[in-house]
């Protein structure tokens, strides 16, 4: 036993004092010297950092969920937008693009649509298939 009236059990320090009884079993394990001052309160207060840490996920959770369910609410929360456009990719002034404005100007393109055929049994250029293809293109010309 030591001078201040505790007890040293290997590692951990076991006071005893009026709210402790050694018979009962009911001991406080202080904090080993050397551990830093939020440690040495985690251990003296268990339950409240237990609720806080608790409280810390349940915060997380409320901001990362927060965007998903009420966009309007939450619009600082995800401020990036994806552009997946690939006009946008390269620079407006890159000799690529700037050919690929004259030539949509020039031919007067909009917005493509690209289809994709496929005919396993007979492949895609058979008659039959040409013909879909052609009468699908008048479609949509005749839609524009």
Do not use: C, Y
């Not at 394990?29 to 806080?52: E, V």
């Amino acid at each position: 036993m030591r001078q201040n009236g505790s007890v040293e059990f290997s590692r951990n320090t076991v006071v005893l004092g009026p709210k402790h009884d050694f018979a009962g079993i009911k001991m406080q394990p202080t904090a080993p010297d050397g551990i830093n001052p939020i440690s040495r309160h985690a251990i003296a207060r268990p339950k409240l950092w237990f609720w806080l840490s608790g409280g810390l996920v349940a915060l997380m959770l409320a901001l990362v969920l927060a965007p998903t369910f009420s966009t309007g609410v939450a619009r600082a929360l995800h401020p990036l937008t994806i552009d997946t456009d690939p006009e946008n990719m390269l620079p407006a002034e890159a000799p690529v693009r700037v050919f690929h404005n004259e030539m949509k100007a020039l031919f007067d393109l909009h917005d493509m649509i690209v289809v994709g055929v496929v005919n396993p049994e007979r492949g895609v250029f058979t008659p039959e298939t040409l013909a879909d293809i052609d009468h699908l293109t008048e479609v949509a010309r005749a839609a524009t």
